[in-house]
């Protein structure tokens, strides 16, 4: 499995501002995706990142609120904007396996105050 | 609409008995489960999985049974350790939409010594 970090692994922001994150990937992947955990919550997911296409958005999620970027096949940044205390959350890259498991970075904690 | 569900928020076992974590459906176009196991502050670990064509699947102390009818799966954990105390949670995926992953709430569980 793939080795994937991420960046920064937590983040006190103020409302207003954004967020950049960075997932990296030890090995070259075609799909990486974006997730949000919610205190208490599910990991619901944002959206799907292909090199050289835009980003596809689940239901709920919009490009405004959370741009993607994918640069290459081993690098991707999701950036949370005009933050409110509402997103404050566990945001999580992860990237396509074999079949159809998927692996997970570490996670970033960010707290919106 | 929660289309993954875990109804036991938690479970407690003692150590070498047998841990049984539940997971139901609602799609019937979800043909892959998969189920990872998640400790504070890291990412999701993938544990196992199965596809819709079998109804049981093992490796080393994890089983997972699907019981494709009742739209039910569970992991069975033996003999359970104090290492395997973390929150579980399982996934479905779907024809279709082979890469996205539906997410259900989680289980936390505690092997208790």
């Known amino acids: 499995s793939a080795v994937i970090s991420q960046k920064p692994s937590r983040d006190i922001c103020q409302r207003g501002t954004s967020l950049t994150i960075q997932c990296q990937v030890d090995?070259?992947?075609?799909?990486m995706f974006w997730y949000r955990q919610q205190p208490g919550q599910s990991l619901t997911l944002i959206a799907t990142?292909?090199?050289?296409?835009?980003?596809?958005?689940e239901s709920g999620f919009v490009i405004d609120k959370f741009p993607i970027s994918r640069p290459n096949l081993t690098f991707s940044t999701l950036t949370v904007s005009n933050l409110s205390p509402e997103d404050s959350s566990i945001y999580l890259c992860?990237?396509?396996?074999?079949?159809?498991?998927?692996?997970f970075g570490p996670g970033t904690r960010l707290t919106v105050t | 609409d929660q289309q993954v569900k875990q109804n036991s928020p938690s479970l407690s076992v003692q150590e070498g008995r047998i841990s049984i974590l539940n997971c139901d459906y609602t799609?019937?176009?979800?043909?892959?489960f998969l189920w990872y196991k998640k400790y504070p502050a890291e990412g999701p670990t993938f544990l196992i999985s199965?596809?819709?064509?079998?109804d049981k699947n093992e490796d080393g102390r994890f089983t997972v049974f699907l019981n494709k009818s009742a739209k039910h799966l569970s992991l069975h954990i033996v003999p359970s350790q104090p290492g395997d105390s973390a929150v579980y949670f399982c996934?479905?995926?779907?024809?279709?939409?082979?890469?996205?992953?539906?997410f259900g709430t989680g289980t936390r569980l505690q092997v208790t010594l």
């Open positions: 199965i596809s819709s064509i079998k």
């Open positions: 990142a292909n090199q050289g296409s835009e980003a596809t958005y």
């Open positions: 996934a479905a995926s779907g024809t279709g939409t082979a890469s996205k992953l539906t």
């Open positions: 090995s070259q992947v075609t799909m």
């Open positions: 799609n019937s176009m979800f043909d892959y």
């Open positions: 992860s990237v396509g396996g074999g079949r159809r498991e998927q692996y």
